[in-house]
Each structure stands twice: as structure tokens, then as C-alpha cells.
């Protein structure tokens, strides 16, 4: 259960890759919600969430097992994951009821470690042929070794060991977090320090997962003031600037050589039938009711298959759609699509 969407598909798309089905939740009160409606196995618990947070989730889903007279609701375990890593944070999620504490950014080794604890997994912990893998950049595409300041290594693992991915989640970072330092700037300066604080967190925690090391760490610090309701100094926030916009240059810079390899609508190119575009429509549709890991892959399939395509500017605005998780609108335009077609 996490709210932003960055870090909750970091750790969708991780979990997935070894076979573990996943549903999401983006906050508490939804969190709450369908653990009445579902047997789950486990559940992972961000703590800082809107609505409710994952405390205050944990305590009323612990407060059902003797409301409702279910006792699952008193064994399942719930796993905090959270950027707070203080001892007292520890302290705080068990005293709730959860069972146990994963930091971000995501480590791997130590998530799969912390399943196997409270559920069964695979005979290997749960992290496949790969996690005993040692990767190196080169084993990557040659255009992610140009991000400098991003250990893409890391990411990737961080997100399954997929690049495609790890891709999106970059581009998506350059378009909610361009301009993040000049937005709690002006926060603090309104005197709105939670907020402030609020902001700094998903920057860090996004950027932790990303693999920017240098903005992760910058943005720790300054988080570490704000939560202690204090002003940061000035030359912290430039030292964080400094940091995000070289993370955004070189994501913009990756981003524009993705796009000028991509054959624009003057360039040839083999047509696809409207008929095969709409079976594929239709499959996109059942996917995004059963399975939003495939769901994402049969988008960009069909992204690539309708390039040029009179109706291309459609099935972007239903990415954007599906991007945000409001799959009944992107279901509803789909419908429509597949009927001009």
C-alpha cells in the first residue's frame, strides 16, 4: 500500500517479477478496505500515506479481527515500508501491530528476506536465477550508461532488473519532479513546513529507488530539518537544486534521443490493420481488469503499432489515464476507441 506512484510500481514491478501477484492501494482507508474484501497473504505498509496512514491502517485492520470476529486479521502479517528508518520509527509500526520494518530506497535482498520470514516463497527466498546475478552497467542499453548521476544498476534491480521499466519510471519522474526544490521553497517560505516536509519525503524516496544518489542524499538531510519543523538552510536547498536539475538534464537528453530514433508520421512505415489495432484494444481492456503489469506492456505495444496513427492522440490521453490509476475512465475511452475504429 503506497501512495506515491512512482515507488508503488517500483515495488508492483519488483514483486511481479518473481511471480507474486500484487494489488495496490494508493491509501490507507483504501488499504483497509480491501483487506475486508480479500484474503491476502501479506500486505506491505507505507507509512506515510493520505486519508489514513499506514499506522493508523494497521490498527484498524488489527482492530477487526475482534470487531468481526476474524482472527486472519490478527495474522496477517503487515510489513511497514518506509523511507523512516529511526529506531523510534521501528518501535512505532510494531507497537501498531505490524510484524516488520523494510527501508527505502527498495533493497531487494532484504524485501524478499523479510517475505520469506512470514510467508512461504520459492525454494530460493523468492528472488529468482537473477538476484544471485552480479550486474554491471554494461550489461544495460547503451543509452541509460549515459545517466551520470542515476546508479542505474540499482534502479533496474530495484525494479525487477528491467530496464524498459526503469525507463518509464524516469520519464515519468521529469514530469512530476522538474521543478520539486523550487515548490518546497516556496512552501517554506509560506511558512508551510508539513507540507514542505511532505514533499521533500516523495522527493527522497523517489529518487532513493531511482538510484540518484546525490539527490537522495541531499534530499535526506534536508528532510531530517523539516522534520524537526525547522528551516533549512539556503545553500542545502541549492545543493538539492543543483542535484535535480542534472538528474532531469540527462533524463531529458535520454529522453530526446528515445524520441528521434522513434519514426515520426512523415517517415514510412508498415501500416497496421484497424482490426488487428482493435483485438488488441480489446485485450489492453481485459488486462487492465486482471493484470496492470501486462496491461502496461500491451500499451506500449500498441503505442509503437499505432504510431502515426489518426488516433495515436487517443490512446495517449488513455495512457495518461491508465498512468494515473483511473482505469474505469481509460476503460470507458477504450470502448469508444475500438468503436471508431
Known amino acids: 500500500m503506497e501512495d506515491n506512484e ?23 482507508e483504501e488499504a483497509v478496505s480491501m483487506v475486508r474484501q480479500r484474503h491476502y497473504d501479506a500486505v506491505l505498509m507505507d507509512i506515510q500515506m493520505p486519508v489514513l496512514d499506514g499506522l493508523q491502517a494497521t490498527v484498524k485492520i488489527r482492530a477487526l479481527a475482534q470487531a468481526e470476529g476474524d482472527q486472519r486479521y490478527a495474522a496477517m502479517p503487515i510489513i511497514a ?4 528508518a529511526m529506531a523510534r520509527d521501528v518501535e512505532k509500526s510494531l507497537e501498531a501491530g505490524m510484524n516488520d520494518h523494510v527501508t527505502k530506497p527498495i533493497d531487494p535482498d532484504r524485501l524478499f528476506k523479510a517475505l520469506a520470514t512470514w510467508i512461504p516463497l520459492t525454494a530460493d527466498g523468492g528472488q529468482g536465477q537473477e538476484a544471485a546475478q552480479i550486474y554491471e552497467i554494461a550489461d544495460y542499453p547503451e543509452d541509460l550508461q549515459t545517466l551520470t548521476s542515476l546508479d542505474i544498476v540499482q534502479g533496474i534491480r530495484r525494479i525487477g532488473g528491467n530496464p524498459d521499466a526503469y525507463r518509464k519510471q524516469l520519464y515519468r519522474f521529469k514530469e512530476h519532479y522538474p521543478d520539486a526544490v523550487a515548490e518546497i521553497r516556496g512552501l517554506i517560505n509560506a511558512g508551510e513546513l508539513r507540507q514542505a516536509e511532505e514533499r521533500c519525503h516523495a522527493l527522497k524516496g523517489v529518487s532513493g529507488n531511482l538510484g540518484a544518489t546525490d539527490l537522495f542524499e541531499a534530499a535526506a538531510g534536508v528532510d531530517i530539518v523539516l522534520k524537526q519543523n525547522q528551516i533549512p538552510p539556503a545553500e542545502h536547498l541549492l545543493h538539492m537544486e543543483g542535484f535535480l536539475r542534472k538528474v532531469i538534464a540527462q533524463i531529458q ?16 512505415q508498415a501500416p497496421v490493420a484497424n482490426a488487428e489495432i482493435a483485438a488488441d484494444l480489446h485485450k489492453l481492456s481485459q488486462l487492465l481488469e486482471s493484470d496492470l503489469g501486462a496491461a502496461e506492456a500491451m500499451l506500449e505495444q500498441l503505442q509503437l503499432s499505432m504510431a502515426g496513427h489518426e488516433y495515436l492522440p487517443l490512446l495517449e490521453d488513455i495512457a495518461k489515464k491508465i498512468d494515473r490509476f483511473a482505469i ?14
Open 6 to 28: 512512482i515507488n508503488r510500481e517500483f515495488a508492483c514491478e519488483l514483486l511481479r517479477s518473481h511471480d507474486i501477484q500484487v494489488d495496490e492501494a494508493v491509501n490507507g
Open 81 to 84: 515500508m518506509t523511507a523512516h
Open 328 to 341: 474505469d475512465e481509460a476503460l470507458t475511452q477504450l470502448g469508444e476507441l475500438v468503436q471508431k475504429l
Open 253 to 268: 537528453a535520454l529522453q530526446t534521443a528515445a524520441d528521434s530514433r522513434t519514426p515520426g508520421p512523415d517517415q514510412p
